[in-house]
């Protein structure tokens, strides 16, 4: 019965990160992307300046620790689908690079969590609480794990990217990925406000 319970967790918690996933990679191609490319259109090429997508992997690396992994890898391939959408072939978009650059995003948030603590940072007492040593600890992981970031993309999608443009992915990459988990704390934090707020009304 306990294992039937897990599986059930662990499907809810992969349904939840994947819409929340889908949701802020529509944020991203419908909004940020259109008013990225009006001003920055050489930028936009690259990354997206606000890439929310990223704070939900460091929320979720933080809250779920390793099996965050498997959430983030399903979500990548809802989210996959989502982009492909419009697209007649979908076996055509596939490659090992992308699949490559899906285990990359999946593990690298966790894997800088495991990095900090190694090194002596306290990464467990502030799991699940938003105070002030959380949303330091979580911007921190955001940005750490956004620079192995670009450079995992780099590595992977080296035949494709010209190396004069390196340097602009790797920052598009750190700005992105930073500023989106900066979004999705402070979402984070009125979520958790609001829930505050409910229970005290319901316990009134």
């Not at 004069?164 to 500023?179: K, M, Q, V, W, Y």
Request: net charge neutral; aromatic share 16%; hydrophobic share 55%.
């Amino acid at each position: 019965m306990q294992n039937q319970v897990s599986i059930k967790e662990h499907l809810i918690k992969t349904l939840v990160v994947s819409f929340l996933s889908c949701l802020m990679m529509l944020f991203v191609t419908e909004l940020v992307v259109p008013i990225q490319s009006y001003f920055l259109p050489e930028l936009t090429l690259f990354a997206a300046l606000i890439f929310p997508v990223h704070g939900i992997r460091v929320i979720s690396a933080w809250l779920f620790g390793w099996y965050s992994v498997i959430y983030l890898f399903v979500s990548n391939i809802f989210v996959f689908f989502l982009l492909s959408r419009h697209e007649d072939s979908l076996y055509g978009l596939l490659s090992a690079q992308s699949i490559m650059a899906w285990v990359l995003v999946s593990v690298i948030c966790i894997f800088t969590f495991d990095l900090l603590r190694l090194s002596g940072v306290d990464t467990k007492t502030t799991i699940g609480k938003i105070n002030k040593d959380a949303w330091k600890l979580i911007v921190l992981v955001g940005f750490i794990s956004s620079v192995f970031n670009s450079l995992g993309h780099n590595l992977i999608f080296t035949s494709n990217i010209m190396p004069e443009n390196s340097l602009r992915l790797i920052f598009a990459f750190l700005i992105g990925d930073t500023t989106g988990t900066v979004v999705c704390l402070f979402m984070l934090i009125y979520i958790f406000k609001f829930f505050n707020r409910y229970l005290e009304t319901v316990i009134k």
